[in-house]
């Protein structure tokens, strides 16, 4: 009786995975490389990754995330620095463990494309509990309602930015490891800081959840509903707010009669510091620089993702297996950065492979 109903239990199992997508994640790594050893000894990586079952629809999954889950975490944040830049603009850092111990490592998060301490909070929360560490959420310009002094915002962050933040945090906390992780838009920043720094670069290990790759490309196979929401938040975070800061920009009647991540991310050069897209280009996009990174870098992407879509890792699939420091996970399922697991209680099974990978390079 015991055999057929293990028989019973793997055949329901497998008709199961089946119907919801659920299969063994992909790598795209150098396999005779240090990196590829160590993900080899995650066991997410050795296993199936089954999506929480009623969220097996890409869309369904995307809109649990955005609408529904992220707003029921009630983490709190322990302080939020805002931070003057050398230009006077400003951005800040929200902070989770500042209690622990100074050698305990920091993880430097960087966020989504409208993000704020409130939308990140299920990530933050997640991280801090599955490793015991500190969180440094980066805020870039004009994000959580930031004043802004200087007329300047970028979809992808600050690298100078970005380095101002991290000698922050350095001076703050001399004796912690720095690891980092970047979250959708926030792996475009994550990368080309990586691909400047080269071996110059405080982090230990980074991880890129969802990223667009090419940014000059990306915005291209955005699904058509998902862009055209995103851009409308893009108005109502970082144009509406601040319009008497942009009225002497040349290029706002432009960028007011856009209706696409694409055209958007094409004509806003000029709010970003920019005098034209081919210099801003050039200045931001993470594709230029990827090849130089000299940490780890374990980058996530599920094929159903309809934002950063799976088309964009295509180009770059040869050469990433040929580089020793950076792989490439794919699941069939998990959507934009939400990667669901469990039946009644919903966890990211996203957040657990973070933190399991960053702690492999713990000293």
Same mark, same amino acid.
């Given at each position: 009786?015991?055999? !057929? ?15 919801? #997508?659920?299969?063994? %994640? ?9 990196? $590829? ?10 296993? +199936?990754? =089954? ?32 931070? %003057?830049?050398?230009? #006077? ?51 870039? =310009?004009? @994000?959580? +309602? ?16 970005? =380095? ?17 992780? #970047? ?23 980074? !991880? ?6 090419? &940014? ?6 955005? @699904?058509?509903?998902?862009? *055209?929401?995103?851009?409308? +938040? ?14 002497? &920009? ?17 004509? $806003? ?26 940490? %780890? ?35 069939? +399922?998990?959507?934009?950065? #939400? ?12 957040? *657990? ?11």
């Amino acid at each position: 009786m015991s055999v !057929f109903a293990d028989k019973l239990t793997l055949i329901s199992q497998q008709l199961l995975d089946k119907a919801t #997508g659920a299969e063994q %994640p992909v790598i795209y790594a150098q396999p005779q490389g240090a990196l $590829y050893n160590i993900l080899m000894q995650l066991p997410q990586l050795n296993q +199936k990754y =089954r999506p929480t079952p009623w969220l097996s629809s890409t869309h369904l999954h995307l809109l649990y995330f955005d609408l529904i889950k992220k707003r029921r975490i009630r983490q709190q944040y322990e302080r939020i620095d805002q931070l %003057p830049m050398q230009d #006077g603009g400003v951005t800040a850092i929200a902070w989770l463990g500042l209690d622990l111990p100074e050698d305990t490592p920091t993880i430097v998060m960087l966020h989504t494309i409208t993000g704020t301490p409130e939308s990140m909070r299920e990530l933050v929360r997640d991280l801090h509990q599955y490793t015991g560490w500190r969180i440094a959420l980066c805020l870039r =310009r004009g @994000h959580a +309602k930031l004043p802004m002094p200087v007329a300047q915002m970028n979809l992808f962050g600050s690298v100078a930015d970005l =380095r101002e933040q991290l000698a922050y945090v350095q001076e703050k906390l001399p004796q912690s490891e720095l690891y980092a992780v #970047g979250s959708s838009a926030g792996t475009g920043l994550l990368v080309r800081y990586l691909g400047e720094a080269g071996s110059d670069t405080p982090f230990k290990a980074a !991880f890129a959840l969802c990223p667009g790759y090419d &940014t000059a490309a990306g915005f291209q196979n955005v @699904h058509p509903f998902y862009s *055209k929401m995103m851009t409308q +938040k893009l108005f109502q975070n970082f144009i509406e707010p601040y319009r008497q800061m942009w009225e002497s &920009t040349v290029s706002l009647e432009k960028v007011m009669k856009v209706k696409t991540l694409q055209q958007f991310e094409k004509v $806003y050069f000029e709010m970003a510091g920019y005098s034209s897209y081919e210099e801003y280009d050039q200045a931001t996009n993470p594709i230029y620089v990827f090849d130089n990174i000299k940490i %780890p870098l374990l980058i996530l992407n599920a094929e159903d993702d309809p934002v950063c879509h799976i088309k964009n890792l295509e180009p770059y699939k040869a050469t990433i297996q040929n580089m020793p420091n950076i792989a490439v996970v794919t699941t069939k +399922k998990g959507s934009h950065c #939400g990667f669901y697991e469990g039946v009644w209680e919903t966890h990211s099974w996203a957040a *657990k492979l973070m933190a399991d990978f960053l702690k492999q390079y713990t000293a």
